[in-house]
């Protein structure tokens, strides 16, 4: 490590150079860079359910549904009935769009003085216009079945545009143009956009908005603690500089591989800037100790390699404890871009590794003016440092060494609380939780809810000959079963038109028990738009669509898709089989991986910080005590999770795998210089108040920065990534006290300080001023 740091100081300018051209490069290509905010493109496509809901969507259409109510007092007025009118002509013609659903366009099948008639709800040449005529339309629609709770609000207070989206274009693009339409017609009802479409588009503006307000917020944050930890501001441009370089480094690779931003990746320009910043305060904050600016060249750089030398181990190993935190989220991610943000922050950690080790010391060797010290040495163990952080670490270090014991015995309480805490953790992974209850597609999905059943869809396959009467039996079955749960409302299938459209015949509103009356019937209806969203041409396929309310409690959504399941298993026969998807599947599918996620990304973290405290320590029971701070804020967090009843979903169920790779930091640093202040044949009183007073000061800096960096996720407009934020600066918390208040009094109340193997002749005389 010494003799790259010394070349890397000799050549101090071309490093420069050279990391200036890799970021003019990597900042040359974020012109590239794009946002993806489609949830579902980033769920697993070899998973049998999402291919069916794929496939549902491709042929039937049934996942792009964008909904527009238009809600006021009574929409049987002639102004409303022309506005949706409207709307419906203006929509259908943009070129995103696949066909139009409203009120004035409608199938519409009824009994005449001459039999029947299958044409259209509303005659959209002579639109109703007098009071009678909308009484009499108002009393006809909510008088059926096929517009009542669906199209129409049973108390006639909204209605529904339904827009199905083209397959293959561009949703946010065409949802934007959709709003400018209805903007352009300026309709005086109000207006609510619901549907996976809509709730697409406001994610992108939402991740937009982040991104151009988090980041200077935690840049601002970052350079408040930097200063007032340094006061002075190389202190503040090194690590920021750093760090930003570190970030193009990364978003510049993501746009060259053509890697989107999704509503969790968003998020690594904050983790990077609140996280990178941490290695290089650590080579800044240990370059500041030797101060070597004035004395000769050579030996300016011996001194500079020394300090290079010594702080490059540690820090080394919390890059790579928090690398392996961040690639934890690999292994068992359901979502893909949950495997995107793993790999993608552990890259920024990686580049900020790099220039910490490389940027900071070039630039640190060109730095002009100070006074020469007379030896490399610490000056007696500390730094100069007066600041904010050095009084803090004064007051931890007294703390420390009078009250080690008082310390443990509140760690245990607090133990014992977040234990308390965890059996009360819950889990939440519908779309709708991502949205603050005050945002417009939350009031959306409330109307839709209150007015419609609901926007969460349920999809069965049918397959079988659609055409046979015991197949369209088995599928109104099927139906029946649906509606007979609590949470589903509504469905739609070929059954419903079928029956309508025999009752007109004058064979009452059920099934025909022939397939010559089948074949009759589906006769007249052969060139509706709406048969293609309902059967196949080859009519060896249909649809059955059901929904239900967008917000279900995880338990509820198990038991929903578990009902249905079984009721399919019972009634799968030669004749015909079913197949369910649609969102409580998928919710389902993407609770059950972030349990699984969540144990095995542990699990691996924990196992690969383990492996690197043994190598740091040479010591099984060094290695076990390295990892108290981890498993107290482990416990912690969870505890505070439960109490605090945020839940367990996409975003915070990063949280324990950042609480390792982050929160082990602080015990490597602490433990790296512990160990060679040992070293020095200090006691361990003594050992452990250096590491305090000076990389304390460092593990303190970091600590505040992450802390309040992450912070400043509370202002995002998603609601998983304020929790996220919640819970890291906890975690930053928590894993601080146990390296600077738990771990040192556990060294200080052992027998044996901590043996570690090299070296074996330690102070074992008990320090005299331990309480009790």
């Known amino acids: ?31 590239s860079l794009k946002i993806n905010p489609d949830v579902l493109s980033y769920f697993p496509k070899n998973d049998p359910e999402i291919k069916l809901f794929k496939y549902l969507g491709e042929e039937y259409g049934g996942n792009s549904l964008a909904m527009i109510v238009l809600a006021t007092e009574d929409i049987f007025n002639r102004e409303t009935i022309a506005t949706v009118h409207e709307l419906t002509n203006r929509l259908r013609l943009d070129p995103g769009v696949a066909y139009v659903t409203s009120l004035t366009n409608t199938l519409d099948i009824r009994s005449d003085e001459y039999g029947f008639e299958i044409g259209r709800l509303v005659n959209e040449g002579n639109l109703p216009r007098e009071p009678e005529e909308l009484a009499k339309l108002k009393a006809y629609t909510l008088s059926k079945e096929m517009f009542r709770g669906n199209l129409v609000a049973e108390d006639a207070t909204a209605t529904l545009i339904i827009c199905r989206l083209q397959n293959g274009e561009d949703q946010v693009e065409t949802c934007r143009r959709l709003q400018e339409i209805v903007a352009e017609i300026g309709p005086v009802e109000e207006i609510y956009y619901g549907g996976i479409p809509f709730m697409i588009l406001d994610l992108h503006h939402m991740i937009t908005a982040d991104l151009k307000i988090l980041i200077p917020m935690v840049s601002l944050i970052i350079i408040l603690f930097l200063y007032l930890a340094f006061q002075k501001w190389e202190g503040v441009f090194l690590p920021l500089l750093s760090v930003v370089i570190s970030l193009i480094w990364t978003l510049g690779i993501m746009s060259l591989l053509q890697i989107e931003l999704s509503i969790v990746s968003n998020v690594i320009p904050v983790v990077l800037i609140a996280v990178g910043s941490a290695y ?106 007066t600041g904010l952080t050095s009084r803090l670490c004064t007051a931890l270090e007294r703390l420390v060494i009078t009250r080690p014991k008082t310390i443990l015995w509140v760690s245990i309480l607090l133990t014992l609380i977040g234990l308390a805490g965890i059996p ?9 939780e991502y949205f603050q209850p ?42 029946a079963f649906l509606l007979a749960q609590d949470d589903v409302h509504r469905t739609q299938s070929l059954v419903s038109l079928l029956k309508e459209l025999n009752d007109v015949m004058g064979e009452g509103r059920a099934l025909p028990d022939t397939r010559g009356k089948v074949t009759n019937l589906w006769f007249l209806l052969e060139g509706e738009e709406i048969m293609g969203q309902l059967v196949n041409p080859s009519r060896t396929e249909a649809v059955i669509q059901a929904m239900m309310e967008g917000s279900l409690e995880t338990k509820r959504v198990h038991e ?32 059950q991986s972030i349990i699984s996620s969540q144990f095995q990304s542990l699990t691996l973290a924990v196992l690969l910080v383990f492996i690197v405290m043994l190598y740091m320590l040479r010591s099984l029971a060094g290695g076990l005590r390295g990892l108290i701070p981890i498993g107290f804020t482990l416990v912690l967090i969870f505890g505070f999770m439960g109490l605090s009843k945020i839940p367990l979903d996409i975003a915070t169920v990063l949280v324990a795998g950042v609480s390792i790779g982050i929160g082990i930091d602080y015990s490597i640093h602490f433990l790296g210089r512990y160990h060679r202040e040992l070293t020095k044949n200090q006691s361990v009183k003594s050992a452990v108040q250096t590491t305090i007073s000076t990389t304390g000061q460092a593990i303190l800096v970091n600590l505040l920065t992450v802390a309040f960096g992450f912070v400043v996720l509370i202002f995002s407009q998603l609601v998983p990534l304020q929790r996220f934020g919640i819970l890291v600066a906890v975690t930053m918390f928590s894993s601080g006290f146990g390296a600077l208040l738990l771990l040192p009094s556990i060294l200080l109340l052992s027998s044996t300080g901590l043996k570690l193997r090299p070296h074996r002749s330690l102070e074992k005389n008990k320090n005299a001023s331990l309480d009790g």
């Open 1 to 31: 490590m010494s003799k790259l740091a010394a070349q890397i100081i000799r050549k101090s300018r071309l490093v420069i150079v050279l990391v200036a051209l890799i970021t003019l490069f990597m900042g040359f290509s974020l012109r």
């Open 280 to 385: 290089s305060i650590h080579v800044f904050s240990k370059f500041t100790e030797v101060d070597t600016e004035q004395r000769p060249f050579p030996a300016r750089v011996h001194g500079l390699a020394t300090a290079m030398q010594e702080v490059g181990t540690p820090v080394f190993l919390a890059a790579l404890t928090t690398i392996a935190g961040f690639l934890s989220f690999i292994f068992g991610s359901y979502l893909v871009m949950i495997r995107e943000f793993g790999i993608f922050a552990a890259l920024g950690v990686l580049f900020a590794l790099i220039t910490a080790f490389t940027l900071v010391p070039a630039v640190f060797a060109l730095k002009k003016g100070g006074s020469a010290p007379t030896d490399t040495t610490y000056k007696k163990g500390k730094t100069e440092n």
């Open 424 to 432: 009360q953790i819950s889990r939440r992974v519908d779309l709708i």
């Open 438 to 479: 005050q945002s417009l597609i939350r009031q959306a999905e409330t109307i839709l809810q209150e007015k419609f059943g609901g926007s969460g869809l349920i999809q069965i396959l049918v397959e079988g000959d659609i055409q046979d009467p015991a197949v369209l039996q088995e599928m109104e079955k099927m139906e």
């Open 560 to 591: 929903l898709v578990t009902s249905i399941n079984e009721y399919i298993a019972g009634v799968d026969s030669e004749l015909v089989t079913f197949h369910q998807t649609g969102m409580p599947t998928i919710y389902r599918n993407l609770d």
